[in-house]
């Protein structure tokens, strides 16, 4: 979702239902079955958890706080990621955290408008990235295709010891022969 903090990815919300021990595929139909929605501290992932456990404990229901943890996550999502910029419709939410009812409710009532989500809203991102490459390439790709994975690939790491930074360097070989290397702070073995 963003640079600052983890509250609010899809990671973060399939270790909350883990927790809970709710499939993560149910998790936001079970946020739309709140009654009294709880506040969950959101800005943090540790607070965030340790706030849902503590409105655990003192007895409110798993949809409150569930759906409470939407909220927080779109309140995150409006102050962090938004930082006052101005959301207008159409609205469109993409990506794995699409799929949750609840997260999408409470960002539509947050923004008080209709928020879509698209039918490929978990691979939109990898679409456009592929439709950027197509466009900045000309056509013309580097990509060696899907029968490398029948070719002899290796992996090695070493120290180098022909200067005083002790690079860390990694190849990468296809049968045999070099195809790319990294780790080189000096610059000594740049390809």
């Not at 039918?119 to 939109?124: G, I, P, T």
Request: aromatic share 8%; charged share 25%.
């Amino acid at each position: 979702m963003n640079s600052i903090c983890a509250a609010g990815c899809g990671a973060f919300l399939d270790h909350q239902a883990n927790r809970l021990k709710i499939p993560i595929e149910e998790f936001g139909c079970l946020a739309l079955q709140y009654k009294l929605p709880v506040n969950i501290a959101g800005r943090c992932t540790v607070f965030a958890e340790s706030d849902m456990i503590h409105k655990q404990q003192i007895g409110h229901k798993k949809e409150d706080i569930i759906y409470g943890l939407c909220r927080a996550i779109v309140r995150n999502y409006i102050s962090n990621v938004a930082k006052g910029k101005e959301i207008r419709p159409p609205i469109m939410f993409q990506g794995g955290v699409a799929a949750n009812k609840g997260v999408k409710k409470a960002l539509e009532e947050e923004l008080r408008t209709e928020v879509i989500v698209p039918e490929y809203y978990n691979v939109m991102g990898a679409i456009g990235a592929a439709i950027l490459a197509k466009k900045n390439t000309n056509g013309e790709t580097k990509f060696r295709g899907f029968r490398l994975v029948n070719l002899d690939l290796i992996t090695n790491s070493y120290e180098c010891e022909k200067c005083d930074n002790h690079c860390e360097l990694t190849e990468f070989k296809i049968e045999r022969k070099l195809a790319a290397r990294w780790g080189s702070r000096c610059g000594n073995y740049n390809l």
